[in-house]
């Protein structure tokens, strides 16, 4: 079965500070990765995507993410933060084959300081 | 183009009743799926549907069923409501039918509070 933990509830940065959000995956076979955002009161946004190919990924609103197999993680930075990053941010895996079924974490909600 | 659409976009009911919600999904998209978010928590994954065939369910209780139309809409239905069943309930399309490597789009949710 596959899982995701990402660490830290909540995290929070000054505007202009780097963005480093934690996501680590539980998976028998390499999966894909995935990044989402969501704003108050709305669905989820794709961020960026790991499926094959180039290990670091970038993706809109200058977020990236590197997969790293040998620490099974798929960390989300970006250089600089801004207000309106201030959102509730989600890891999702999905295994290669069969139903289209994104296992998501809980979630880290990211604060901007002014 | 629209992105993916539910309706409604809140819904009241009580505990032991029934709710249907929809879902349109992109056009062009003929996949659709469904995922309970619980307040505080990330979205789980409940039923996949493309072309009109369960692709896929999740940890759910026969209470939760769903269909997909011809036209690629799709119901979630859920019966003898609980209060745990209180969630924000999320539709997302896609365009193939199987494979995690596609993009989900997902829509704005319908939020269910059962009293």
């Known amino acids: 079965a596959q899982s995701v933990t990402q660490l830290g509830s909540h995290v929070s940065v000054s505007e202009g500070a780097l963005v480093l959000l934690r996501c680590n995956y539980s998976s028998s076979v390499p999966p894909y990765l995935f990044w989402y955002v969501q704003y108050p009161n709305q669905g989820l946004q794709l961020l960026l995507k790991y499926t094959t190919g180039a290990t670091l990924v970038k993706g809109i609103n200058g977020f990236e993410a590197e997969f790293k197999k040998s620490e099974t993680s798929f960390h989300l930075t970006k250089p600089s933060a801004h207000m309106s990053d201030a959102a509730e941010y989600f890891c999702a895996v999905s295994p290669p084959q069969g139903a289209q079924k994104l296992v998501f974490g809980q979630g880290t909600r990211l604060t901007i300081n002014p | 183009d629209a992105g993916v659409t539910q309706s409604p976009t809140h819904l009241i009911k009580t505990r032991g009743q029934q709710v249907t919600l929809r879902c349109s999904p992109i056009s062009g998209h003929k996949s659709v799926s469904w995922y309970q978010q619980v307040l505080g928590q990330g979205p789980q994954f409940i039923f996949q549907?493309?072309?009109?065939?369960?692709?896929g369910r999740g940890n759910f209780p026969d209470r939760f069923s769903a269909r997909q139309f011809p036209n690629y809409s799709s119901e979630l239905n859920v019966n003898a409501l609980l209060l745990g069943d209180s969630a924000l309930y999320l539709c997302?399309?896609?365009?193939?039918?199987?494979?995690?490597?596609?993009?989900?789009?997902f829509g704005p949710g319908t939020r269910l509070l059962v009293l």
């Open positions: 997302a399309s896609s365009f193939p039918r199987t494979g995690g490597k596609e993009t989900q789009y």
């Open positions: 549907y493309y072309e009109k065939e369960e692709r």
